[in-house]
Nanobody, 118 residues
Framework: QVNVMESGGGSVQAGGSLRLSCLVS????????VTWYRQAPGKEREFVAL???????NVARSVRGRFSISPSNTDDNVYLQMNSLKPEDTAMYYC????????????WGQGTQVTVSS
């Protein structure tokens, strides 16, 4: 069974940085993409960034130039580096395991809260 665990959220002042981690486990014999989404109170969940099974990346236009996504070199973490944070980046950030090949299931993590104060 696939397990997805986010970490690294917290409270920062505007202009600060955070690095979120998404640790995936239990995905035996599956290829997968890792995507980050966020959801602010009263708003729909929105795409933030993608790291594909083949190493490609994509970052939402709204955060491009401030956020980046990259894999760990040593384990199954995928990181979301967030720089120059703004109050409008305040949201719950979710990681999603998206199956590309294999018998695994798409899986969401529980989320990690990011709060940016002005």
């Amino acid at each position: 069974q696939v397990n997805v665990m986010e970490s690294g959220g917290g409270s920062v002042q505007a202009g600060g940085s955070l690095r979120l981690s998404c640790l995936v486990s239990g995905y035996r014999d599956c290829e997968y993409d890792v995507t980050w989404y966020r959801q602010a109170p009263g708003k729909e969940r929105e795409f933030v960034a993608l790291f594909t099974a083949h190493g490609a990346t994509n970052v939402a236009r709204s955060v491009r130039g401030r956020f980046s996504i990259s894999p760990s070199n040593t384990d199954d973490n995928v990181y979301l580096q967030m720089n120059s944070l703004k109050p409008e980046d305040t949201a719950m950030y979710y990681c999603k395991f998206v199956v590309v090949t294999g018998q695994c299931s798409d899986t969401w993590g529980q989320g990690t809260q990011v709060t940016v104060s002005s």
